[in-house]
Structures are given as C-alpha cells and as structure tokens.
C-alpha cells in the first residue's frame, strides 16, 4: 500500500508555501507521496481572477519538480465538481493506495461551506496544517465543533491509516508567508508564462500517476 497526501485547490498559481506544505506533511504523516489535485473550478471561489486550468496545471507541474509531490489533473478527468465526489472514486481507481486529506487552518475555517463535509470526514482522515492569522478561525469554525471529538495527538500522526473515522490531527511547521494572492498582484499576468501549457494538460500526466 502507498500512502498519499492529498492536496486540493485552484494553485492560481502554485507556489512555494503549497510545496513546502507538502514536504512537511511527508515528514510528520510517514506519505509516499503528495499529490495536489488542482480544480478546474473551486465553488468557492469567485471565477474572476482565475487563470485558465492548463496554466494552472502546468504552474503546479513546475513546482512539484524534485520532490516526491504530483500535479493531477485526475479531477477533470473524472468530471468531478466536489471533493467527496473526487474522494468516492479514487479508493476504486488506485485499490492499494491509502489517502489522507491536506488542508490549511484557512480551509477548515470554511470547510462547512464545502459540499457534503461530513462524508469527507468520512471518507479519509484529515490533517490540516497550521496558517498564521486562521487557528483561531479554525478551531472557531461549525465544522471543527462536529469535529472536535475526532482530534488525534500530533504525535501519533503516523498511525493515520490505523485511524477510525472520522479522524483529524492539527500539525504545526514554521510556515511559508507566500500567497497565491500576493504572487497574482504582483504579476497579474503571470499565467502567460507557460504557453505551452496546453501540451501539459489532460493528455500528458507524468507517468504513471493520475
């Protein structure tokens, strides 16, 4: 069995804060790998601003370079708008991987806005990674009052495919200040950089992943 990090988001675009995020959750969880599932189009997220999927795909591809993290395009493929529909397949394509969900304190502040949350947490432990400026929001939040009961030990983060669900565990690592948001004012056209990104979408995953 592979044990796989799960990460998901827009990456408009992907940066070093997604990338050191990952390796941290490498470490503390025991995984084989992350893999970031970028969204052909969060819900959350207003449309206005956001760089076409084949940039964002290709922006990810280049940061996840040298490091045991994957840029999927697996959620287009599948057709999927939510994450607990994405969750619900990936067991039957990929039988002998175990997947844990990634996500930032920013996420869990919100993460009762997400489509059928509950089966989420259902569906695969979480680990959500600090972020200055949201614990408090965090810990605040609708959904982590439903999942206050299901807190592991940070200690014991390896044991997360032992887990009886729901399961989540809170892991702290000195952060990475970048932002999508920053990176974007600063070059609003950054997207232009990849234009080839075309090549890099659907048709052309690195073997043998998603």
Not at 45 to 70: E, Q, T, V
Not at 142 to 158: E, H, T, Y
Not at 166 to 172: E, K, N, W
Not at 177 to 193: E, F, K, V, Y
Request: aromatic residues 10%; charged residues 25%; glycine residues 6%.
């Amino acid at each position: 069995m592979k044990c796989i990090g799960l990460l998901g988001g827009s990456f408009n675009p992907a940066h070093s804060g997604h990338r050191r995020l990952s390796l941290h959750a490498i470490r503390a969880l025991g995984l084989d790998e992350v893999w970031w599932l970028v969204s052909p189009g969060n819900p959350l997220k207003p449309r206005a601003g956001m760089a076409p999927f084949a940039a964002r795909l290709a922006s990810a591809r280049k940061m996840a370079r040298h490091a045991p993290i994957r840029a999927s395009a697996v959620e287009a493929r599948l057709k999927t708008r939510y994450t607990a529909d994405t969750l619900g397949k990936l067991p039957r394509l990929y039988p002998r991987h175990r997947f844990v969900w990634l996500m930032g304190a920013d996420n869990l502040a919100q993460f009762h806005q997400w489509e059928r949350w509950r089966d989420i947490a259902r569906q695969v432990p979480i680990a959500v990674i600090a972020r200055p400026g949201y614990d408090r929001l965090a810990r605040a939040s609708p959904a982590m009052s439903w999942l206050r009961r299901a807190v592991r030990p940070a200690g014991q983060a390896k044991n997360w495919t032992r887990w009886r669900l729901p399961a989540l565990v809170l892991l702290r690592f000195r952060p990475d200040t970048t932002s999508a948001t920053s990176l974007r004012a600063a070059d609003p056209g950054w997207h232009r950089r990849f234009p080839d990104a075309r090549r890099t979408s659907l048709s052309t995953p690195p073997p043998p992943f998603p």
